[in-house]
């Protein structure tokens, strides 16, 4: 069985390849009367636009969104809203190698030990072409999610991160790499560009923030908050590595330093800090929900790799095309997204069970 679905209530399913005709995702589960038109999509859409930049992979795609079903006069209908995505610069000559030798890092030989075949061209279903599906759901998941604020970034590329005390989120969207650090921005120019000239790639870190989010979404054990984002996140393409809050350098702290302290408040309690990053026993606290995650280096690089063929046979490759010397720079929107989403999902489920 495939799995192409995500979500419990707020569902969605992407669909289409890189280098197929077009690409385009389902949502199932939005609540019918709510304003949606592709005026509403096309600015996240825009965000993770690729060819934006010298930073990002030169494929020139408008990524134009269409509404094929589920709205009428503006309005969502509560029946299944279909998008469309069309892409209209492929180069599928680009990975004749690829048809032959697998890439180290990427998904050609997982995909062939699972399936027997796979689509080569640009990766298919593999490629981080599929998160444009994914910006476009999370679109219309924002429209369920009007008392929430969503906001990511870019905290670091190839280990080199920004300084906390110069963040100012004003310059998010002053540079192409949704940096809150104006400085880190300019040594990044330098670092990537580096990376793109020598055919080489960087990975990178995304935190993402939700405030807004209200004490009580979530579910104990197994629909907790934090896990739901966890596989929301972990799903993304090139995902290496999630945290909600402090994460791993929790492990560090004693107990009284890791407790998030309360006092009360003027209403409900006031948190002295938020180790948790927003949540407790997989509930929402009202804190904002923080998450951060890491972006492996793009695979698909110029720079030779030692590798195998169809055959099993000791190969090197090299990959042409248009790749992005840092995939977690776009990732910074598709981050966006996959938060939304979850958060819509547990807003409807919460609902459902409580009122």
Request: glycine share 10%; charged share 20%.
């Given at each position: 069985m495939?799995?192409?679905s995500?979500g419990?209530?707020?569902?969605?399913?992407t669909?289409?390849?890189?280098h197929g005709?077009?690409?385009?995702?389902?949502?199932d589960?939005c609540?019918?009367?709510?304003?949606?038109?592709?005026?509403?999509?096309?600015p996240?859409l825009?965000?993770?636009?690729?060819?934006?930049?010298r930073f990002?992979?030169?494929r020139?795609e408008?990524?134009q969104v269409?509404i094929l079903s589920?709205?009428f006069e503006?309005?969502?209908?509560g029946?299944?809203?279909?998008?469309?995505?069309e892409?209209?610069?492929?180069?599928?000559?680009d990975y004749?190698?690829?048809?032959?030798a697998y890439?180290?890092g990427h998904a050609d030989?997982?995909?062939?030990?699972?399936?027997?075949?796979r689509?080569?061209r640009?990766?298919?279903r593999?490629s981080?072409?599929?998160t444009a599906s994914?910006?476009a759901a999370?679109?219309?998941?924002?429209?369920?999610?009007p008392?929430v604020?969503?906001?990511a970034?870019v905290?670091?590329i190839?280990?080199?991160?920004i300084?906390?005390a110069?963040?100012?989120h004003?310059?998010i969207a002053?540079?192409?790499?949704f940096?809150?650090?104006?400085?880190a921005?300019?040594r990044w120019?330098t670092l990537?560009?580096a990376a793109?000239?020598?055919?080489s790639?960087l990975g990178a870190?995304?935190v993402?923030e939700?405030?807004g989010?209200p004490a009580?979404?979530?579910?104990?054990?197994?629909?907790?908050?934090?896990s739901?984002l966890?596989?929301?996140a972990?799903s993304i393409n090139?995902?290496?590595?999630v945290e909600?809050?402090?994460?791993?350098a929790?492990a560090?702290?004693r107990?009284e330093?890791?407790a998030?302290?309360?006092?009360?408040?003027a209403?409900g309690p006031?948190?002295?800090s938020?180790h948790?990053g927003?949540?407790?026993?997989?509930?929402?606290?009202?804190?904002?929900?923080r998450?951060?995650?890491?972006f492996?280096?793009t695979?698909?690089i110029?720079?030779?790799v030692p590798?195998?063929?169809r055959?099993?046979?000791a190969?090197?490759?090299a990959t042409?095309?248009?790749?992005?010397?840092c995939?977690?720079i776009?990732g910074?929107p598709v981050v966006?997204?996959?938060?939304?989403l979850?958060?819509?999902?547990?807003k409807l489920?919460?609902?459902?069970?409580?009122?």
């Amino acid at each position: 069985m495939s799995w192409n679905s995500f979500g419990r209530v707020f569902r969605f399913t992407t669909w289409g390849e890189s280098h197929g005709p077009a690409i385009g995702v389902v949502v199932d589960g939005c609540p019918p009367g709510l304003p949606l038109s592709e005026a509403d999509i096309q600015p996240w859409l825009d965000a993770r636009r690729p060819g934006q930049s010298r930073f990002t992979t030169q494929r020139q795609e408008p990524d134009q969104v269409r509404i094929l079903s589920g709205v009428f006069e503006g309005r969502t209908t509560g029946t299944p809203i279909s998008l469309l995505i069309e892409n209209v610069d492929q180069r599928s000559k680009d990975y004749s190698n690829v048809a032959q030798a697998y890439r180290p890092g990427h998904a050609d030989y997982a995909y062939d030990a699972k399936y027997g075949f796979r689509d080569y061209r640009g990766g298919g279903r593999s490629s981080a072409r599929e998160t444009a599906s994914r910006v476009a759901a999370g679109a219309v998941a924002r429209t369920v999610l009007p008392e929430v604020t969503i906001r990511a970034w870019v905290e670091a590329i190839g280990g080199d991160a920004i300084d906390p005390a110069k963040i100012d989120h004003d310059q998010i969207a002053r540079n192409p790499f949704f940096c809150p650090d104006a400085d880190a921005a300019l040594r990044w120019e330098t670092l990537v560009d580096a990376a793109r000239k020598d055919g080489s790639s960087l990975g990178a870190v995304v935190v993402c923030e939700a405030t807004g989010v209200p004490a009580g979404w979530g579910a104990p054990l197994y629909a907790k908050l934090d896990s739901e984002l966890a596989a929301a996140a972990m799903s993304i393409n090139a995902v290496k590595g999630v945290e909600i809050g402090d994460g791993f350098a929790a492990a560090a702290l004693r107990g009284e330093e890791n407790a998030d302290a309360m006092r009360p408040g003027a209403d409900g309690p006031a948190f002295l800090s938020n180790h948790a990053g927003g949540i407790a026993g997989g509930i929402a606290t009202g804190q904002p929900i923080r998450l951060r995650v890491a972006f492996k280096p793009t695979s698909s690089i110029l720079t030779p790799v030692p590798t195998i063929d169809r055959d099993g046979q000791a190969a090197e490759i090299a990959t042409k095309g248009r790749h992005d010397p840092c995939v977690g720079i776009r990732g910074v929107p598709v981050v966006e997204a996959m938060m939304a989403l979850v958060l819509a999902d547990q807003k409807l489920l919460h609902r459902a069970q409580v009122g």
